[in-house]
């Protein structure tokens, strides 16, 4: 079993600090043979206790197995990506897209929201959450778009108990996002979040959820790039269907 599928498994029983760990081992900016459960430790500022207690919980024996999952998830996602096969897993993802993915409570929402508040918690989030607001602002809603926390914190002064607050991130655990959603002062707003997986701390705080696969390329220098078309899709998949309904209402 790949590392990956380890954490899935396990993942509603990990704490934040956890969730930090996992985050680091995934990410990889470090030589594997070298790295020890100190080390980790000291590269996620937590004490190996806390190393010990994330391997029970996901019922790996041993500091050496956990190396070896993850090295054997790194080798896999070295490997070149062929551009023929980002293409296939495409179709796939437009399927699922078009044909199964259910929208139709996501658009009630829509219907009956004044106004749209918009987050991307990334450079490339914050250019999906654009093309939301020129659709949806052609469609007559009035949609505003905050770029970090403290641009938050000033508009959420105006939320208004039919107000939409929808947040963008693709692995959902964007410290800035979740805060957002933990402001328990504002509780009454409708909080909807695009994200890749349900595993993920910012899909469980929101009160609704729209899961959008993406396709991971890795480079040489390690860092990943996302290529998230899928997300334009269902954000034009709901424009359509919004339109449609106000379509039908003015009929």
Do not use: W
């Amino acid at each position: 079993m790949d590392f990956i599928s380890v954490v899935n498994q396990h993942f509603q029983l990990l704490t934040d600090q956890e969730k930090v760990i996992i985050t680091y081992l995934q990410e990889g900016n470090y030589q594997i043979d070298d790295l020890t459960s100190q080390r980790l430790a000291d590269a996620c500022f937590v004490s190996r206790a806390s190393i010990s207690r994330l391997l029970k919980k996901l019922e790996i024996d041993h500091f050496a197995d956990l190396k070896y999952l993850v090295k054997v998830s790194h080798c896999e996602s070295l490997v070149p990506s062929v551009f023929e096969e980002v293409v296939t897993s495409y179709h796939m993802y437009i399927d699922q897209i078009f044909e199964k993915l259910d929208i139709s409570e996501i658009v009630s929402v829509l219907i009956k929201t004044d106004v749209l508040y918009l987050y991307g918690t990334g450079n490339e989030q914050k250019l999906e959450v654009e093309t939301m607001r020129q659709l949806f602002t052609a469609l007559g809603k009035q949609v505003i778009i905050f770029f970090d926390k403290g641009e938050y914190d000033y508009a959420k002064a105006g939320f208004g108990v039919n107000d939409l607050l929808v947040l963008f991130s693709y692995k959902g655990e964007s410290s800035e996002g979740i805060a957002i959603l933990e402001d328990r002062q504002f509780l009454g707003v409708k909080r909807l979040v695009f994200t890749q997986t349900s595993r993920n701390t910012m899909a469980q705080l929101a009160d609704y959820q729209l899961y959008v696969p993406t396709e991971s390329v890795k480079t040489p220098t390690r860092l990943t790039y996302e290529v998230s078309t899928t997300f334009y899709f269902v954000i034009d998949k709901l424009f359509f269907a919004y339109q449609q309904v106000i379509d039908g209402e003015k009929v």
